[in-house]
């Protein structure tokens, strides 16, 4: 069964950090393109983040510098380390595997307030 799962979201103040992870079953992350994606009330996901097999990362404009997202392919996991949060970083957040793309995880959610 392919499967995704994220976690480590919660409630924290503007300027803290999470880190997310994401795990799979099904799934090898080393041989895919492996990308973090948002929602916001009211908005559409958008894509954060995203890893390549080569290990190369690209970020969207409103994350770049303060958001990074890893792999470690001995554990099968994908990590989006995020610093600096702002309010507006709060959305649910959700991993994606290129090569199985119709499968999304349940999200994790991330809450930026004070």
């Known amino acids: 069964q392919v499967q995704l799962v994220e976690s480590g979201g919660g409630l924290v103040q503007p300027g803290g950090s999470l880190r997310l992870s994401c795990a799979a079953s099904g799934i090898i992350f080393s041989r895919n393109v492996v990308s973090w994606y948002r929602e916001a009330p009211g908005k559409e996901r958008e894509l954060v983040a995203r890893?390549?097999?080569?290990?190369?990362?690209n970020y969207a404009d409103s994350v770049k510098g303060r958001f990074t997202i890893s792999r470690d392919n001995a554990r099968n996991m994908v990590y989006l380390q995020m610093n600096s949060l702002k309010p507006e970083d709060t959305a649910v957040y959700y991993c994606?595997?290129?090569?199985?793309?119709?499968?999304w995880g349940q999200g994790t959610q991330v809450t930026v307030s004070s």
């Open positions: 890893i390549s097999t080569s290990g190369y990362t």
């Open positions: 994606n595997a290129l090569f199985q793309s119709h499968v």
